[in-house]
């Protein structure tokens, strides 16, 4: 098990929260709330041990120049492929922006 | 079933996740989260011996209106460690059910249902994990003096282990064809039988013998329903309407024992003769 953390430069924060999926094997729980104007903070609980690359590539594709919302973002991982990362997070993303 | 305009557009509720399902039974509007994932009531003991936790536990609970009655549903998270049930998870139900009886005494009709999909106890937390299953036995035997405490097992984890005891103690039970109930899983017993008394990768044995439409037959649940949203929302709000006035099934002991007394465990069981025997047809 290991914890890895990331930043990414953001716009103002989101208006609601939003908790998708489920700590179930080869799936994911994500959890977003609002966080502070211009950043947002991840932070990865995983299963799976020497994957911060990995982690890192898929964030960097999704996240750098994007101007995404602010927000503090929680993962709790069970072995999720990097497609299914992606697609919780645009599940969860999609939730947040839904006023 | 024939109907195909009704199979189309039927929702199965054995698909839908724990929140999801708690979601589909309450009355719309009226679903507030208790201990929500972002109160971060997580066990304190899986990050320790290296295992993600999650953010509630792996239970859901709320409270809400079923059919413009008060009620208080939890759901077991079957996919988060086999829907293991742990010291949080377990103290979130009790706390929930204690809530309801509280409600009861001080005037308001809470009632509970209770969406299983558990192997039990979850092993990583032993004795706190068993002690919490306890007090869920001992909250539901309290509050269904107040009101109906309704168990729902739809599947596919089925329900074993400490929490079929908790189904068991009840007021009234619903399974769908999926559902499996008992107190050992399939492999605990083919572990230790053998696997010439039960072959726990054989599941249309496995299914005869503990499935929901056996426990329904053979009497131990009240409710067999289709794996349907709407038909399984209607069922609980048909028994809310009419609970009835039987004595619970862990008070009529001396008539299971008594069944339980002309069993002969020498020849192999089988469906057929596990249903006469509870039915009561069998020397």
């Known amino acids: 098990m290991e914890t890895l953390s990331f930043e990414f430069p953001a716009g103002q924060p989101a208006r609601q929260r939003a908790q998708v999926g489920c700590v179930g094997s080869g799936d994911l729980e994500v959890l977003l709330e609002p966080g502070p104007a211009g950043r947002l903070n991840i932070q990865v609980v995983t299963s799976v041990n020497g994957s911060a690359e990995r982690w890192r590539h898929l964030f960097e594709r999704m996240f750098a120049g994007a101007n995404p919302p602010a927000l503090n973002v929680d993962i709790h991982d069970f072995g999720a492929t990097p497609g299914v990362v992606r697609l919780r997070l645009e599940q969860a993303l999609e939730e947040v922006s839904n006023v | 079933m024939s109907d195909l305009n009704a199979l189309l557009h039927s929702r199965s509720f054995v698909e839908l996740g724990a929140r999801q399902r708690v979601a589909a039974l309450l009355d719309r509007g009226s679903l507030r989260e208790l201990l929500d994932p972002f109160a971060r009531i997580k066990s304190p003991w899986l990050e320790a011996q290296g295992i993600v936790a999650q953010a509630d536990d792996g239970v859901v609970v709320a409270k809400g209106t079923l059919g413009g009655r008060p009620a208080v549903v939890a759901a077991i998270e079957g996919n988060f460690q086999g829907g293991s049930l742990g010291e949080v998870g377990g103290a979130k139900i009790a706390g929930a059910l204690e809530l309801a009886a509280e409600?009861?005494?001080?005037?308001?009709?809470?009632?509970?249902?209770?969406?299983?999909?558990?192997?039990?106890?979850?092993?990583?937390?032993?004795?706190?994990?068993?002690?919490?299953?306890?007090?869920?036995?001992?909250?539901?035997?309290?509050?269904?003096?107040?009101?109906?405490?309704?168990?729902?097992?739809?599947?596919?984890?089925?329900?074993?282990?400490?929490?079929?005891?908790?189904?068991?103690?009840?007021?009234?039970?619903?399974?769908?064809?999926?559902?499996?109930?008992?107190?050992?899983?399939?492999?605990?017993?083919?572990?230790?039988?053998?696997?010439?008394?039960?072959?726990?990768?054989?599941?249309?044995?496995?299914?005869?013998?503990?499935?929901?439409?056996?426990?329904?037959?053979?009497?131990?649940?009240?409710?067999?329903?289709?794996?349907?949203?709407?038909?399984?929302?209607?069922?609980?709000?048909?028994?809310?309407?009419?609970?009835?006035?039987?004595?619970?099934?862990?008070?009529?002991?001396?008539?299971?024992?008594?069944?339980?007394?002309?069993?002969?465990?020498?020849p192999q069981a089988d469906a057929a003769a596990v249903r006469a025997l509870y039915q009561g047809d069998q020397a």
């Not at chain 2, 005494?105 to 192997?119: D, F, H, M, Q, Y």
């Not at chain 2, 426990?215 to 048909?238: E, K, Q, S, T």
């Not at chain 2, 069944?259 to 020498?266: F, I, Q, S």
């Open chain 2, 103 to 266: 409600d009861n005494r001080n005037g308001i009709p809470t009632c509970a249902v209770l969406l299983l999909e558990t192997g039990g106890v979850r092993l990583q937390e032993a004795n706190l994990g068993l002690a919490a299953i306890a007090e869920v036995q001992a909250a539901i035997v309290e509050l269904r003096q107040y009101q109906p405490v309704i168990g729902v097992v739809a599947g596919p984890v089925g329900c074993f282990g400490g929490m079929s005891i908790a189904a068991a103690l009840c007021s009234h039970l619903l399974v769908t064809r999926e559902a499996r109930l008992g107190l050992n899983g399939p492999q605990v017993i083919e572990q230790e039988a053998g696997l010439d008394e039960y072959d726990s990768r054989d599941r249309p044995f496995i299914w005869s013998l503990t499935g929901g439409e056996q426990r329904f037959a053979c009497g131990l649940v009240d409710a067999y329903v289709a794996d349907d949203v709407v038909a399984i929302h209607d069922r609980l709000l048909a028994i809310l309407e009419q609970p009835g006035e039987a004595l619970p099934r862990s008070r009529q002991y001396a008539r299971f024992l008594d069944l339980l007394g002309r069993y002969d465990a020498v």
